[in-house]
C-alpha cells in the first residue's frame, strides 16, 4: 500500500510514530498511549533488542516485521527499523494553561506559533523549546499542522516530554495569558525593538508566525510588544525554527546571567 494512502487511512486518534529516537521516547514518557511496537525482523541495530525489552517490561505487545510493513506504515520517513502505533496525541486543554502558568512561579516561558504550516519546522521548534526548558508550547487547532508523525520524530522526543497546547482561539488564549501575569512579545522582522533589549527573564510568552504570513493581525494586535531579530547580514526573516531558537535561548541566557 503506497505510504500516502495509508496515511490518509489513519484516524485522528490513532497515528504512528517511527525512529528509533521517536519511539524509545514515546516508550519512555507516554507508554500509556502506545497500543504496539513493529520492529524490522533481522535488524542488527542493538537498540532494537531495548526498545523491544522496554515494551515487554510495560506489557505492550512487539510484533517483528519485513522492513517493507515499516515502509508502509512510515509514510516516506525514515524509520530505522522501529514504528510504533499510538493512540492519541498529547497534547493538553488549554483550560489547564493558567495553573501551568502559576506553577512556574513567575519564570514561566511559553513558545506560541501562530499558524506553523511544516512539520518538519514545529518538530524543531519542539526540540529548541524542549532543550531550553521552556514551561509549554501553544498552538491553534485551525489552520496549523499538528503534532503528527513527523512532528514526532523530528522533534527527537520533544513531543512527548513537552506540554503542548490546542487552543480553539489563539488571540483570546493571548489575553488570558497576559491575566495570568504574562507578558507576550511577537517577533516581526519589521519591529523597531531588539529582542535582546527586552526583558525575558519573568513570565514570558514568544510569538512566531507562520512561514510565509508571519503574524495574523489579531495575534499582533494582543501581543504586549513587538520585536526583532537584528540581523546585520541582511537577510529580511529567519526560517521560523530557527527564529523560536535564537529567541528562547536569549531568554534562557538571561534567566542564567
Same mark, same amino acid.
Given at each position: 500500500?503506497?505510504?500516502?494512502?495509508?496515511?490518509?487511512?489513519?484516524?485522528?486518534?490513532?497515528?504512528?510514530? #517511527?525512529?528509533? @529516537?521517536?519511539?524509545?521516547? *514515546?516508550?519512555?514518557?507516554?507508554?500509556?498511549?502506545?497500543?504496539?511496537?513493529?520492529?524490522?525482523?533481522?535488524?542488527?541495530?542493538?537498540?532494537?533488542?531495548?526498545?523491544?525489552?522496554? +515494551?515487554?517490561?510495560?506489557?505492550? +505487545? #512487539?510484533?517483528? #516485521?519485513?522492513?517493507?510493513?515499516?515502509?508502509? #506504515? *512510515?509514510?516516506?520517513?525514515?524509520?530505522q527499523g522501529a514504528a510504533a502505533r499510538y493512540a492519541a496525541a498529547k497534547t493538553r486543554d488549554e483550560h489547564e494553561l493558567p495553573g501551568l502558568v502559576e506553577a512556574a512561579a513567575g519564570k514561566a516561558l511559553l513558545l506560541v506559533l501562530d499558524g506553523v504550516q511544516d512539520p518538519h519546522n514545529l518538530g524543531a521548534c519542539l526540540r529548541s523549546a524542549?532543550? +531550553?526548558?521552556?514551561?509549554?508550547?501553544?498552538?491553534?487547532?485551525?489552520?496549523?499542522?499538528?503534532?503528527?508523525?513527523?512532528v514526532r520524530k523530528t522533534s527527537a522526543g520533544a513531543a512527548d516530554r513537552l506540554p503542548v497546547f490546542r487552543v480553539t482561539n489563539l488571540a483570546r488564549t493571548l489575553r488570558e495569558l497576559q491575566q495570568a501575569g504574562v507578558w507576550i512579545y511577537g517577533l516581526d522582522g519589521d519591529a523597531q525593538a531588539s529582542?535582546?533589549?527586552?526583558?525575558?527573564?519573568? @513570565?514570558?510568552?514568544?510569538?512566531?508566525?507562520?512561514e510565509g504570513e508571519g503574524l495574523r493581525r489579531l495575534t499582533r494586535e494582543n501581543c504586549d510588544g513587538l520585536v526583532k531579530v537584528p540581523m546585520p547580514g541582511g537577510f529580511e526573516s529567519l526560517n521560523v525554527s530557527v527564529a523560536a531558537g535564537v529567541a528562547l535561548f536569549e531568554a534562557v541566557r538571561q534567566r542564567l546571567a
Open positions: 500500500m503506497p505510504p500516502a494512502r495509508h496515511n490518509a487511512r489513519m484516524s485522528k486518534q490513532a497515528q504512528w510514530i #517511527v525512529g528509533l @529516537n521517536a519511539v524509545a521516547s *514515546a516508550l519512555e514518557h507516554d507508554a500509556e498511549h502506545v497500543r504496539e511496537v513493529l520492529l524490522e525482523a533481522g535488524g542488527k541495530n542493538p537498540r532494537l533488542l531495548e526498545i523491544e525489552q522496554q +515494551a515487554r517490561r510495560k506489557d505492550i +505487545a #512487539v510484533r517483528r #516485521v519485513a522492513g517493507q510493513a515499516l515502509d508502509g #506504515v *512510515a509514510g516516506g520517513l525514515r524509520h524542549a532543550a +531550553a526548558g521552556a514551561t509549554a508550547v501553544v498552538i491553534p487547532k485551525d489552520k496549523a499542522v499538528q503534532v503528527n508523525a513527523t529582542l535582546y533589549a527586552q526583558d525575558l527573564t519573568g @513570565n514570558v510568552a514568544l510569538v512566531l508566525g507562520s
